[in-house]
């Protein structure tokens, strides 16, 4: 079936759960919608959430003009759609904005292909599980006191998520890390397992002494310790601390994947389905460390990574970081501490339309 027409709308998002109290420099979020249709009336969707607006409207106009180069293409040739998209964009990359650009374009493919062939997502990627295990992320931030952490992580607890993951890397010390662990996992107990996130905030030096610190605390990974840049660095944490470390959110396209890999630098690999470029993308990723034995976790947008993370052998966790619920009918179910992918066609995923509407700002 042949796509007829494509659309891309920004859309100003209200920051939306009871988690969000406090903590968060931001209000609202922004979503990158693209909608493809097809000779057979069928409608793919796709969507960024960016946490800031900062080039979104830009990424939305190469989005759409991107996306024109499209028409007459086949839905379920999505590589040769991909090589076009390419090509028009510069050989040479593409990457930065353009990775956020083609990224709903790519999902909102894959949506109409598996409505047009009437399976859901995680089985044209695979099929690997129908769910994985999941880890409750909002309302965790460094900002916030103790308490307020405490009151967040018995929130998500109650939900029924038995992994939390709380960001650090803006105290004096490392006890003052630890004591921000200590808050959380006393809040829920030893059932819940806590992860930290360091934003990148570490020196090499930092991270060690804090790693170490935070692994006797008894967390179950380390994500982002020092810059992703620092390749080397992120390999040396990895050789010498024995929680594992976790990086690769701020990599764009596939190839920073292939040096990051190549050098041992993660433990767990963290994919953003934006910056890496779509659902196409993400899956070289994913053969590239299944290859090195490395497995992975994706970076918000839960409704796209649970079906991707089922698909593969090496999908490990998933963030439930519900960005999208403003513009969604559907909801993902938590089942033993696992989200479900929806058996639906493609994505499974339903737009309220009339919230669409009312957040749509182009
Ligand atoms: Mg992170």
Redesign the pocket.
Known sequence: MKITRVTVEVLETPLNSQYMAGGSSVNSNWHILARIYTQDGIEGIGFDVALRPMLVRAAAQACQELGDLLVGMEIMEIEAARARLERAAGWAGPGGMLCMAMAPLDIAMWDAAGKTVNQPLYRMLGGYRDRVRAYA?EALWYSLTHDELAKSAQTHASAGFDML?L?LGHEANPQGEVDRVRAVQEAVGPEVQVMV?A?ESWTESQALASGRALQDAGIVWL??PVNHQDIAALARLSQALEVPI?AG?HLFGVEPFVRTLEARAVNIA?IDLARVGGITPWMKVAALAQAKGVPLAG?VIPEVHVHLLAAVPNGHLVEYMPRSEPITKTRLKLEDGHLVAPKTPGLGVELDEAACERYRVT
């Open positions: 992320s993951k960001r996130d934003t994500e982002d976790a959110e963290i970076h």
